[in-house]
Nanobody
Framework: QVQLVESGGGSVQPGESIKLSCTAS????????MYWYRQAPGKERERVSS???????TYANSVKGRFTISRDNAKNTLYLQMNSLKSEDTAVYYC???????????????WGQGTQVTVSS
């Protein structure tokens, strides 16, 4: 059974930093693309960042230059370093990964339970 468990969320002031972690179990880490999504109150879930098995990264325009996604395959852990945080970054942050079926990465995703990040003065 695949499990993705996020940690590292909390409350910070604008301009501060926070690093999220997502540890996977029951999953061949590094086999498929992995993602960070977020969902703010009253808004739809949006993709924040992704990283391919080869290490290619993508970022939403709203976080480009401030957030950095990385992965440590040896530790089965995905990270999101968030710097220069703004109040609009307040959301529940979710880790996700494409499902691996045989040798193929499917479009459907495994999801973590989410971790709250609150940016407020």
């Amino acid at each position: 059974q695949v499990q993705l468990v996020e940690s590292g969320g909390g409350s910070v002031q604008p301009g501060e930093s926070i690093k999220l972690s997502c540890t996977a179990s029951g999953y061949i880490f590094g086999s498929c693309r992995m993602y960070w999504y977020r969902q703010a109150p009253g808004k739809e879930r949006e993709r924040v960042s992704s990283i391919s098995p080869a290490g290619t990264t993508t970022y939403a325009n709203s976080v480009k230059g401030r957030f950095t996604i990385s992965r440590d395959n040896a530790k089965n852990t995905l990270y999101l370093q968030m710097n220069s945080l703004k109040s609009e970054d307040t959301a529940v942050y979710y880790c996700a990964a494409n499902q691996l079926v045989g040798y193929f990465c499917e479009a459907s995703l495994y999801w973590g339970q989410g971790t709250q990040v609150t940016v407020s003065s």
